[in-house]
C-alpha cells in the first residue's frame, strides 16, 4: 500500500486534490461507524476520518485541527464570485 494513502491530510494544497464525491462517501461511512477498507483511496479515508472524529469515536489530532484552521484562515470554503 502506497505510504501517503493513510497519511492524514495537513494542508489546503493537499485537500483540493481529494475527490469530493469519495470524502462524502468516506465521511458517512466514518459517522457511522463503518470499517474503512485498505483498498479505499486517501480522498475516501480522510473523509472517513473526519466522520469518525465528529462522532468522538476517533479523537481529533493535531493536523486535523490545523487543517481546519488553514481552512478558515484561506477564507477556503467562501463562495467565490
Sequence with gaps: MDPLHRKPVATVAELVTLDDAEMVDGYFDGFADEPCGDNRSRAFWHGW??????????????????????????GFFKPRH
Design 49 to 74: 476520518r473526519n466522520g469518525m472524529m465528529d462522532k468522538g469515536r476517533l479523537e481529533k489530532d493535531n493536523t486535523a485541527c490545523a487543517l481546519a484552521q488553514e481552512v478558515v484562515d484561506t
